[in-house]
């Protein structure tokens, strides 16, 4: 089974809880690092993952809190750029990314709901285009048979099974026979 269904078949809330989890490891991981080693990519791993499968509001609200974990693990892990007047420019470029992250997901996500609805709806015209081709046939030619035969738009005409042409060519044979003895019949 692949992971990525397994995953989505969760309740959304499961999904944030798990996400929620993953970011205080993260966070944690991010306080037992150095403030040089940046952990900054992976915050944004449960943020588009709660911002495609939980919308656009929980993903928001991740990125808040994701901002706020690593404002925390990076003020508690004493980097010196959050003690001067950088403080302003990092935190709000690191909130900005995340927002950025989360907006990002949603719209993809919102994106891809409308091509699978788009790809559903046009298989259902091809469907109902299919049916009533074949009533037209069936109506043109009184039978049904014939639009029956002819399978779907594009493809060749359904062979007859072997079974049933060598019983169709078995009872012409016995018919041309029983014709040519009446017909002999007739002569005599």
Known sequence: MNLAKAFARQSPRSI????????????ELDLITSYQFRLLPFYAVPIFAVAWFCGKRPGLLTALVSGVIWWCANWFGGDPDLRTWIAIWETGRHF?????????????????????A??????????????????ATSSIFGTTAN???????????RRT????????HRNALQFAQNMSILWM???A
Do not use: C, W, Y
């Open 118 to 135: 788009r790809i559903a709806l046009l298989e259902h015209s091809q469907r109902l285009e299919r049916v009533s081709s074949d009533r």
């Open 16 to 27: 944030a809880v798990e996400m929620a989890a993953l970011l205080l490891v993260i966070g």
């Open 185 to 187: 019949k007739n002569l």
């Open 96 to 116: 900005g990314f995340f927002l950025v992250v989360a907006l990002a997901a949603s719209a993809l996500r919102t994106k891809s709901d409308m091509a699978a």
């Open 161 to 168: 099974p072997p079974t049933k042409r060598m019983a169709f």
């Open 147 to 157: 639009a029956r035969a002819a399978g779907p738009v594009g493809h060749p005409p």
